[in-house]
């Protein structure tokens, strides 16, 4: 078995770090993470950027060259961002752009459309999205006409899942993660995912799973496997967001 990790954090206090809704998320450093994962065939991964880092970009360039070039980084950027910028942090394996409409923390849902083209056309980033999926009917639309589009943690709610499975149809990936912070069945929404696209789905850990009821355990990987045959699991787990991130 073999896992690219596409959605973790990497909180250092070393650099600047932000309250967020009266939160204060732990310290949880590189060497924290692989410790962690030291029992998983973790080949690879995607660092994202939370909402308590805001706009801070030095943290994450730390932790890249620390994991090497097998992982890459997920930021947040301001909307007057420069191209030399984005330039410089696509050099340094950053590989795509995050709104956190969650949380907050990130460049506002009005600036998606033009920022998300902007990134993808300038270095081919695609876009993730931190939303509870109840709220996409308002911006569904301008999510088909995007070029790549993710969703984090199966896009959290049972009510949105309608929502959710009519974008996997247009082309949307889907993180299959945080499954102690969602409010739906995990192992109907995986079914449901997958059979309308089998390339949509990529597993992510989580870690350190800030203010999730219930932190990563190998029981979600376990759930995966389950649920998904060999083949189905190894995409998944695996070549799903390989490709994606990678691509």
Known sequence: MRIFDAHFHIIDFD??????????????????????????NVLGGAIVSGSFQGFDQEYLL???????????????????VTEKEILNLNECGVKALRFNIKRGGSEDLSKLDYFARRVHDLVGWHSELYIDAKRLPEIASTIEKLPAIS???????????PHLLKLVDKGV??????????????????????????????????????????????EDIELIQQVFDEQAT??????????????
């Open 173 to 218: 990936h889907v993180k299959a993660t945080g499954f102690g912070r969602v409010g739906l069945n995990v192992k109907n929404v995986l079914k449901s995912i997958y059979k309308i696209n089998p390339d949509a789905l990529m597993f992510g850990t989580d870690l350190p799973s800030t203010r999730a009821k219930r932190r990563f355990g190998y």
């Open 151 to 161: 969703i984090d943690h199966l896009g959290l709610s049972e009510e949105g899942l």
């Open 62 to 80: 730390k932790a890249l060259k620390q994991m090497g070039s097998s992982f890459c980084g997920v930021t947040q950027l301001p909307f007057t």
């Open 15 to 40: 650099f600047p770090i932000i309250e967020n809704q009266g939160y204060m998320p732990p310290s949880y450093v590189v060497e924290d993470y692989k410790n962690e994962i030291a029992d998983l």
């Open 234 to 247: 190894d995409k998944i787990l695996y070549t799903n967001a390989l490709k994606w991130y990678f691509k």
